[in-house]
C-alpha cells in the first residue's frame, strides 16, 4: 500500500533552532555512529546492544498470544483490580510492571500533587473551563467551584477534598489542552537507543537530513501523533500514537522509541510491555514495515532515499499496522478476507486485541512515557467515559470498533465469545478504579457487583 509523500516549508527560526541544537549535540557530547549499513533484521542489530532481537513465544513468559484458540483470557490477574480500597492489590499489580519491559519514564509527578498551603483561604469565582481534545474533535466542559474554598478549619474534610479535587481535574485538562504536538527535550537517558553507535561521527548531510525531517514533524503532524525530540541527540525521537476510531485500538495509546541513522532507513521499537497485539508489533519491540526494511514491500511501500520520511513511518504505523481487521496483517490471511472462515477468525482476532489494548492502556497510565506524563493522564481522563462505554457495548454485542465518543455507530448486532464477554466483565471495575484514580468523573455506573 502506497503512503503519500508528505512535504513542508520550513521556517527559518526553525533552522535557527537546529542549529543551536546541533552545536550542543555534536560540541558538548559527540553523537558517533556506524559505519555499515545495516537493517533492522540484521545480526548486528538483533545482538546484545541493540536488545531488539526477538524470542519465541514460548520463551517469554509475559508475552501473551493468539493461538487458534483464541489466546488467554486467564493471565495478568493483576490487571483486574476488584477493590478500590484494596491496596494489597495496588502495590501487586505495581509490583508486576516492575518485572516487565516498561515504557520509559517514571511515576507521573505533576505539581498539583502537592499538598495545599493549610489555614489558607482564596476566592475561587464563577468560571467554566472548556477543553477541546484534538485527538477526536471533542469539547470538554469541566466547571470549577463558584462558591468560597476554605482550606483551614472552616471547611470539612470532604469539602476540601472535592474542591481538591475539582483543581486537580481543571489542572489536568489545562496541561493536556497547552500540550505541543512536537517539542524538544533535554534527557534521553531512558530512550531505548541511547547509547547509539559505535564509529564514525556524523556527516553534515546526515546532520541536515534530520533537520529537515524535524520540520516536517512539527509542520505537519496529525492530531493523533505526538512527537518529542531531543536537543542533545538530534538523532533519537519518541511517539505517542492515539488508537484510530473504528478499529480494536480505538482510544489507546502506543509508544515508539525511533533512532534517525546516518544511512536509512530508521530503527523503530516498540514498548509492548510482553503484548502481541498485533502481526507487525512483536513483543520483543520489532515493528514490521516495508519502509522500515523489516518486510517485504514494492515501489513506493519501501523506503526511498531523499523522498521517504518519518512522518511517512508514524503515519503508516497507525494506518496500516493499527487496522481495523490486523488479523489479515498475517502473511498468507490475506486471500480469506472475503472466506466465512476468515471473517470468524478476524473477529475472534479483534476480541484478543480489544483485551489486550486495554491492558496496555492501563500499563500506559500506570507508567506513562517519560515527557508524555501530561497527555496520558489527560488523554484517559477525557477519554475514561468512552471506553467503559464501548466496554459495556461490546459485552452486549456490538461490534468491536463501532463505538465512537460513547455511542454505538452501527446497529448490527454480532455473538461474541463467552470467554470474551467474561474477560472484558473481569476487567471493567479494574478500569473505572484506575481511571477514577487519574480524576475521571461519570465512572462508578459502569462498576459490575462483585
Known sequence: M?????????????????EVAMSKGFGKSVIVVGSKSESLNSDHLNGPNSDLSCHSDDDVDKAVD????????????????????????????????????????VEASFSWLKDP???????????????????????????????TVLTGAGATVKEQEEKEQERKEEQVLRNFQNFKRFDTVDDFADHHFNSGFSGQQPTKTWAKKIQEEWKILENNLPDTIYVRVYETRMDLLRAIIVGPAGTPYHDGLFVFDILFPPTYP??????????????????????????????????????????STMLQVLVSIQALILNAHPYFNEPGYAKSKDSATGRTKSKE????????????????LRKPPKYFEDFVAGHFHLRAHDILSACKAYMEGAEIGSVAKGKVLSEAGTSHRSEFKEAVAKMMNGLVNHFVRNGSKDCEQFRLPC
Open 66 to 105: 493468539f493461538d487458534e484458540d483464541g489466546g488467554d483470557y486467564d493471565s495478568d490477574d493483576y490487571m483486574y483490580d476488584d477493590d478500590d480500597d484494596d491496596e494489597n492489590d495496588y502495590l501487586s499489580m505495581q509490583a508486576q510492571f516492575d518485572d516487565v519491559d516498561l515504557p520509559p519514564g
Open 2 to 18: 502506497e503512503i503519500g509523500e508528505f512535504a513542508s516549508e520550513g521556517s527559518q527560526k526553525m533552522l535557527n533552532h537546529n
Open 266 to 307: 530508521d530503527m523503530v521499537y516498540y514498548y509492548s510491555g510482553g503484548l502481541r497485539i498485533n502481526p507487525n508489533l512483536y513483543d520483543c519491540g520489532k515493528v514490521c514495515l516495508s519502509l522500515l526494511n523489516t518486510w517485504t514491500g514494492k515501489g513506493n511501500e519501501k523506503w526511498i532515499p531523499k523522498q
Open 117 to 147: 498551603t493549610p489555614g489558607v483561604n482564596t476566592q475561587a469565582g464563577p468560571s467554566s473551563l472548556n477543553i477541546y481534545d484534538p485527538t477526536n474533535g471533542e469539547n470538554h466542559a469541566a466547571a470549577t467551584s463558584s462558591s
Open 349 to 364: 482476532y479483534n476480541e484478543n486485541v480489544f483485551i489486550l489494548s486495554l491492558k496496555t492502556m492501563i500499563y500506559t
